[in-house]
């Protein structure tokens, strides 16, 4: 009969337990380690792949540098200037003011003035800037600022050659410039579509700063259809941080599919150099510009014919109209493309061709870039109502461009003071002797209506939409009114009329 011993049992087990204790002691670091570096060889192999992409980022730069290397060029132009002409001085003065203001003087451009010693005929100044081949017989985009009045301009190919260019011609209202040269078989870029722009896609600026030619920085876009900036008539640039200096004129901002989707115009700097903010003009509107200038020799600019302002909410909720979605008509110019097809100031632009009226300098550049003759279909808000109007586009001359561009505005019981339009007011403001309204003599810089943008020598037309023709019109219209809701008048000013807002507490 077998029996159990059960401390027999016991003194096998003890020392087993030990054992396990023992091992365990030594053991157990080793497999956190084991542990550990599992994890960092995985990460290691992760970071590995992630460096795999980042060398195929780098390579696509390079690929970019290398396919625009044949299609930029050196443009360096020569503007003599005589002693005895009164513009005559050491350095140039031809620089816009507006440009001036972003680039911290003239040297931006790269322009250097050269004194003849001891030449009593004058001296010549010199400028260096980029350009852009677009087609594979010569013909070059740049700045109209880096070629403007210039007496020779040349362009340097990246081979060395060097061609004397031909101006065909300029666009000061966009600042882009074409130029020939006699050449044929050259590389080409490609033009892109800067409509498919995406904030914060990356980009590449080509360009010769400070004659450094061939220089490619990188960067993203930072920021599209950027206006009011004060450089040029027709604004909507492309902002990027991509560098650009001094010599980056005119040359191209690149996408990474090699294609140009701007043309490098501008930065914004207190010292000229350059601060992560710089503008380019959309390939889109230097395509215009270019094909324009190839078939007509000039710009040819559509033309509707009416005052387009931003809607504010409060204008807007004046109209009866909850949004501020659309563009307002601000008046209609007699007999114009607008005028013909119905179109009356008040209305609210909605949509054009399908596409919405996002802001008005949008809706205005669509309509410049539209060609004359063209049919356009508008979307408009009127009377609580929508309606479609067609439209046919002009053609804008010069002075017609002039009107689009409106000057000043002001006020009287609403911190401002007016008095009725007599023909000698007439005469001293530029009005015509039938025009009607009260004119403004005197604003308060902290009134409702220097807030709202009116200023002296503006005639108020109609207030709440009721006719202005005297001071007496002027203060029973204000009686029907109440300045807590808001107060709609309307404005002429410069040969055009405009819709402001006021209201109390704002």
């Known amino acids: 009969m077998t029996q159990h011993h059960p401390r027999k049992s016991t003194y096998v087990i003890v020392p087993l337990f030990i054992f396990m204790i023992a091992t365990a002691s030594w053991t157990w670091p080793y497999v956190v380690a084991q542990a550990t570096y599992a994890i960092e060889r995985g990460q290691a192999e992760a970071s590995q792949q992630q460096l795999a992409v980042a060398t195929d980022l780098s390579q696509a730069f390079q690929h970019v540098a290398r396919s625009m290397r044949p299609a930029v060029v050196s443009v360096s132009s020569i503007k003599r200037i005589r002693l005895n002409q009164p513009q005559a001085r050491r350095y140039d003065s031809q620089m816009p003011e507006e440009l001036r203001r972003f680039f911290g003087g003239d040297d931006f451009f790269g322009r250097f003035p050269?004194?003849?010693?001891?030449?009593?005929?004058?001296?010549?100044?010199?400028?260096?800037?980029?350009?852009?081949?677009?087609?594979?017989?010569?013909?070059?985009?740049?700045?109209?600022h880096v070629v403007d009045d210039a007496d020779e301009v040349s362009v340097t190919l990246t081979d060395k050659r060097q061609f004397t260019a031909a101006v065909i011609g300029t666009d000061k209202a966009t600042d882009v410039a074409v130029l020939k040269i006699d050449a044929s078989n050259l590389h080409a870029a490609k033009l892109g579509d800067s409509n498919d722009l995406q904030v914060g896609e990356w980009a590449l600026a080509v360009g010769s700063p400070f004659g450094l030619d061939q220089t490619v920085t990188a960067g993203i876009i930072s920021a599209i259809g950027r206006a009011n900036v004060g450089i040029t008539d027709y604004e909507d640039f492309i902002q990027t941080d991509a560098a650009i200096n001094p010599g980056n004129s005119g040359g191209p901002l690149v996408n990474l599919r090699g294609e140009v989707i701007g043309i490098n115009t501008a930065i914004a700097s207190r010292?000229?150099?350059?601060?992560?903010?710089?503008?380019?003009?959309?390939?889109?509107?230097?395509?215009?510009?270019?094909?324009?200038?190839?078939?007509?020799?000039?710009?040819?600019?559509?033309?509707?014919?009416?005052?387009?302002?931003?809607?504010?909410?409060?204008?807007?909720?004046?109209?009866?109209?909850?949004?501020?979605?659309?563009?307002?008509?601000?008046?209609?110019?007699?007999?114009?493309?607008?005028?013909?097809?119905?179109?009356?100031?008040?209305?609210?632009?909605?949509?054009?061709?399908?596409?919405?009226?996002?802001?008005?300098?949008?809706?205005?550049?669509?309509?410049?870039?539209?060609?004359?003759?063209?049919?356009?279909?508008?979307?408009?808000?009127?009377?609580?109502?929508?309606?479609?109007?067609?439209?046919?586009?002009?053609?804008?001359?010069?002075?017609?461009?002039?009107?689009?561009?409106?000057?000043?505005?002001?006020?009287?019981?609403?911190?401002?003071?007016?008095?009725?339009?007599?023909?000698?007011?007439?005469?001293?403001?530029?009005?015509?002797?039938?025009?009607?309204?009260?004119?403004?003599?005197?604003?308060?810089?902290?009134?409702?209506?220097?807030?709202?943008?009116?200023?002296?020598?503006?005639?108020?037309?109609?207030?709440?939409?009721?006719?202005?023709?005297?001071?007496?019109?002027?203060?029973?219209?204000?009686?029907?009114?109440?300045?807590?809701?808001?107060?709609?008048?309307?404005?002429?000013?410069?040969?055009?009329?405009?819709?402001?807002?006021?209201?109390?507490?704002?």
Request: no cysteine.
């Open 114 to 144: 050269f004194e003849i010693p001891n030449n009593p005929q004058g001296y010549e100044q010199r400028g260096l800037g980029t350009g852009v081949i677009v087609t594979s017989d010569g013909y070059i985009l740049t700045n109209n």
């Open 271 to 506: 010292n000229g150099g350059y601060q992560g903010i710089g503008f380019a003009i959309p390939s889109n509107m230097a395509r215009h510009v270019l094909d324009s200038i190839i078939k007509d020799g000039q710009v040819t600019r559509g033309y509707l014919g009416a005052l387009i302002q931003d809607l504010s909410t409060d204008l807007a909720k004046s109209f009866g109209y909850n949004s501020t979605e659309g563009v307002l008509i601000g008046d209609v110019v007699d007999d114009g493309p607008a005028a013909k097809a119905g179109m009356k100031p008040g209305d609210i632009v909605l949509k054009f061709n399908g596409a919405i009226a996002d802001n008005a300098n949008q809706f205005r550049n669509a309509i410049a870039a539209t060609a004359p003759k063209t049919e356009m279909e508008l979307l408009v808000f009127r009377d609580g109502k929508r309606e479609k109007i067609a439209v046919v586009i002009g053609q804008l001359d010069a002075e017609q461009l002039a009107v689009t561009h409106p000057g000043e505005a002001s006020t009287d019981d609403l911190g401002m003071s007016v008095q009725n339009f007599t023909p000698e007011l007439a005469r001293q403001f530029g009005y015509g002797r039938d025009e009607r309204g009260v004119m403004v003599t005197n604003v308060d810089p902290s009134g409702l209506a220097a807030r709202a943008g009116i200023r002296a020598g503006d005639l108020i037309v109609t207030i709440g939409g009721q006719t202005v023709e005297s001071v007496s019109d002027f203060r029973e219209s204000l009686r029907s009114q109440e300045s807590q809701a808001g107060i709609r008048m309307q404005i002429l000013r410069d040969g055009v009329r405009r819709f402001v807002f006021m209201r109390e507490g704002r």
